[in-house]
T-cell receptor
Framework: LAKTTQPISMDSYEGQEVNITCSHN???????ITWYQQFPSQGPRFIIQ???TKVTNEVASLFIPADRKSSTLSLPRVSLSDTAVYYC???????????FGKGNQVVVIP | NAGVTQTPKFRVLKTGQSMTLLCAQD?????MYWYRQDPGMGLRLIHY???????AKGEVPDGYNVSRLKKQNFLLGLESAAPSQTSVYFC????????????FGPGTRLTVL
């Protein structure tokens, strides 16, 4: 399983763009990069998935450099409700053994 | 569409007791998963299933058993509960296809005294 490294926590002000980084130096050729969000007392929720370059959906963007050894989740104009733990996962969706890690606690400040 | 539901929401057990956690999904998903989450930790995979009648071990399978007799249900059993199994248990499901989007249930908070 590819290991991921994320900052433990970060703060951001409401209305700012938040960039959350993840390192995955031993990513394999078939691995995808997936991000989940988890609020207290809830199950994680899928945010976005990508393989290379840039992926954008209605809630976030995912930037993946050419070497794929890291990725950045970008949340535009965060609100207080974006306070959550964000998990970066790396793996082949065919192997059903993705590892969540400890995640990155993001706190949005008024 | 109820999505993924888990029963019960809370449970307190004494050491040595047994219980079964039920996960049900109404999305016709092939894959189902059981995770546990301890305070300040991420989720760890206990067991998973790639289809009706199949099960496989995850990262932390010891002390747990599972069954997938029906496609929509995935049961997690604790035969002899231990305090180390105090945790929040999450079930998830996902369809086949080129995505790892897993759909999670609300969780079951289990305390073993």
């Amino acid at each position: 399983l590819a290991k991921t490294t994320q900052p433990i926590s970060m703060d951001s002000y409401e209305g700012q763009e938040v960039n959350i980084t993840c390192s995955h130096n031993n990513i394999a050729t078939n691995d995808y990069i997936t991000w989940y969000q988890q609020f207290p007392s809830q199950g994680p929720r899928f945010i976005i998935q990508g393989y290379k370059t840039k992926v954008t959906n209605e809630v976030a963007s995912l930037f993946i450099p050419a070497d794929r050894k890291s990725s950045t989740l970008s949340l535009p104009r965060v609100s207080l409700s974006d306070t959550a733990v964000y998990y970066c996962l790396v793996g082949d969706y065919g192997n059903n053994r993705l590892a969540f890690g400890k995640g990155n606690q993001v706190v949005v400040i008024p | 569409n109820a999505g993924v539901t888990q029963t019960p929401k809370f449970r307190v057990l004494k050491t040595g007791q047994s219980m079964t956690l039920l996960c049900a999904q109404d999305m016709n998903h092939e894959y189902m998963y059981w995770y546990r989450q301890d305070p300040g930790m991420g989720l760890r995979l206990i067991h998973y299933s790639v289809g009706e009648g199949t099960t496989a071990k995850g990262e932390v399978p010891d002390g747990y058993n599972v069954s997938r007799l029906k496609k929509q249900n995935f049961l997690l059993g604790l035969e002899s509960a231990a305090p180390s199994q105090t945790s929040v248990y999450f079930c998830a499901s996902r369809p086949t296809g080129e995505s790892d989007e897993q759909f999670f249930g609300p969780g079951t908070r289990l305390t073993v005294l």
